[in-house]
């Protein structure tokens, strides 16, 4: 009986509001599997973004701002 819906992941949107897909040009709110780091377009399935990339950019620190 759970075996149909194993095919269906458990997934999150990722984005509050709705981006332009660069693929289809459609609107999608970024869809997040479990387990898996890549944001997918709602609508044609292809990935945003990696959330390394992203996660790595936004988390750098300004360790470099000491001044001396
Ligand atoms: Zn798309």
Known sequence: MGDVLEFK???VWFFEEPVTCDYC???TRGKVFEKMQS???SNCGEALL???DNTSYVLTVDFDDEGA
């Open 25 to 27: 040009l459609k609107e």
């Open 39 to 41: 944001i997918v377009c």
């Open 9 to 11: 992941r458990h997934w």
């Open 50 to 52: 990696l959330i390394d």
